[in-house]
Each structure stands twice: as structure tokens, then as C-alpha cells.
Nanobody, 124 residues
Framework: QVQLVESGGGLVQAGGSLRLSCTASGRTFSSYAMGWFRQAPGKGREFVATISFSGNNTYYYADSVKGRFTMSRDKAKTMVYLQMNSLKPEDTAVYYC????????????????WGQGTQVTVSS
């Protein structure tokens, strides 16, 4: 069982920055890879970023955020982050932290656990 809690969302002007955090806990957490998704009103949940399974420092990003967003992992504690720079109004969405044990990272169906989400609003 894995429990996930996101934080760090808020309101920011276009061009600004936010840093999201995800705190994960559970006895089997080390067996899962972490990812970030987002969902805007009336739209499906879309992939944002992910890190490979433990022991591999490979990161993957959606084309829409590549070069602006950076995912990282705190090796000292069970936390992952999403640094979001040069934010645009189209980045406005609820952002979710998720965990998967297998499957393709880009698909929602690959993930087993989800946080409650944190709202990010980017104004013009």
C-alpha cells in the first residue's frame, strides 16, 4: 500500500515558477516508480513527468513541458518534486502525484496509486 500527498500548488503569474512536492509512504514504496499528471476542467488526465524505477536516474517529460519543468527525487527522504518554470496559462490544472509498479509510464492505467491533487492556476 502506498499513500501519496501533494503540496505546493497556488496562483502564479505567467512566466512565474512553482515547486510541487509529493510525500510518499508505505512499505512497498521502493518497488514503485513515481510520476506527475495533470487534469484541466473538461479534459482527461495527461502525463507530465516521471522517473524510472529505483536505481535508475532516467527522467521523461511530456513535450509540452520539456525544458520548463524538472522532476527530482529526494534520496534522503521519500519525496519527489516538480519544479515548474516559465509557467503558461495552459499549464493551469490540478496536478497529481502517482505511483506505478509496471507498465508504460505515459498511461494513466499504468498507475496504481494517486494523491488528492493540488491546484495550479497561471494567470495572464
Amino acid at each position: 500500500q502506498v499513500q501519496l500527498v501533494e503540496s505546493g500548488g497556488g496562483l502564479v503569474q505567467a512566466g512565474g515558477s512553482l515547486r510541487l512536492s509529493c510525500t510518499a509512504s508505505g512499505r512497498t514504496f521502493s518497488s514503485y516508480a513515481m510520476g506527475w499528471f495533470r487534469q484541466a476542467p473538461g479534459k482527461g488526465r495527461e502525463f507530465v513527468a516521471t522517473i524510472s524505477f529505483s536505481g535508475n536516474n532516467t527522467y521523461y517529460y511530456a513535450d509540452s513541458v520539456k525544458g520548463r519543468f524538472t522532476m527530482s527525487r529526494d534520496k534522503a527522504k521519500t519525496m519527489v518534486y516538480l519544479q515548474m518554470n516559465s509557467l503558461k496559462p495552459e499549464d493551469t490544472a490540478v496536478y497529481y502525484c502517482a505511483a506505478r509498479h509496471s507498465g508504460s509510464y505515459i498511461y494513466v492505467s499504468s498507475y496504481d496509486y494517486w494523491g488528492q491533487g493540488t491546484q495550479v492556476t497561471v494567470s495572464s
